[in-house]
T-cell receptor, first 115, second 114 residues
Framework: KQEVTQIPAALSVPEGENLVLNCSFTDSAIYNLQWFRQDPGKGLTSLLLIQSSQREQTSGRLNASLDKSSGRSTLYIAASQPGDSATYLCAVSSLTGGGADGLTFGKGTHLIIQP | DADVTQTPRNRITKTGKRIMLECSQTKGHDRMYWYRQDPGLGLRLIYYSFDVKDINKGEISDGYSVSRQAQAKFSLSLESAIPNQTALYFC?????????????FGPGTRLLVL
């Protein structure tokens, strides 16, 4: 059974700092890996999707990397802003399901950016 | 208007009652999913559907049933609600058809079972 772990569970940093969120998964047979953002009272918003054949994806100040063989992914946030405060979730889809049979999520990292 | 909508947004019910959560989407996606989120446990998959005739159980389907009434509608039912089904429920969609695409989530339904 796939298990996804996110470290740290919570993080508080001053505005302007660069930071890294970590995600690890136990089964390397993944189809893709996704990072989501969750704001209180709202649904999940997709930030980045990395296919299993890719090493990284970038969107603005966000960069996600994937090392499938070691079962790890990182989300790098550059020049953090108070608006980045949210819970960040990592999720993987299985290779056998072709990415279709749902996602396995980590428990998330609760991020607070201090003004 | 939101692409994935869920009704109701909040619901309080009593143990033993039947309750239905509804999800509608305007994205034209074939695949739809139901997840629940519990504090400290993350999101877990309940059921998923590839089309109106293809329904599959997820990790935690016991105590739940679903209905895919149309491509755009996917409902989750709790036949006899119990307190440990108190959670935040999310519906999600994805395109399917060989397209590598993310899942799009609704705003969630917060359910409290007394």
């Amino acid at each position: 059974k796939q298990e996804v772990t996110q470290i740290p569970a919570a993080l508080s940093v001053p505005e302007g700092e660069n930071l890294v969120l970590n995600c690890s998964f136990t089964d390397s047979a993944i189809y893709n890996l996704q990072w989501f953002r969750q704001d209180p009272g709202k649904g999940l918003t997709s930030l980045l999707l990395i296919q299993s054949s890719q090493r990284e994806q970038t969107s603005g100040r966000l960069n996600a990397s994937l090392d499938k063989s070691s079962g790890r992914s990182t989300l790098y946030i550059a020049a953090s802003q108070p608006g980045d405060s949210a819970t960040y979730l990592c999720a993987v889809s299985s290779l056998t399901g072709g990415g279709a049979d749902g996602l396995t999520f980590g428990k998330g990292t609760h991020l607070i950016i201090q003004p | 208007d939101a692409d994935v909508t869920q009704t109701p947004r909040n619901r309080i019910t009593k143990t033993g009652k039947r309750i239905m959560l509804e999800c509608s989407q305007t994205k034209g996606h074939d695949r739809m999913y139901w997840y629940r989120q519990d504090p400290g446990l993350g999101l877990r998959l309940i059921y998923y559907s590839f089309d109106v005739k293809d329904i599959n159980k997820g990790e935690i389907s016991d105590g739940y049933s679903v209905s895919r009434q149309a491509q755009a509608k996917f409902s989750l039912s709790l036949e006899s609600a119990i307190p440990n089904q108190t959670a935040l429920y999310f519906c999600a969609t994805s395109a399917g058809g060989g397209v590598v695409e993310t899942q799009y989530f609704g705003p969630g339904t917060r359910l409290l079972v007394l």
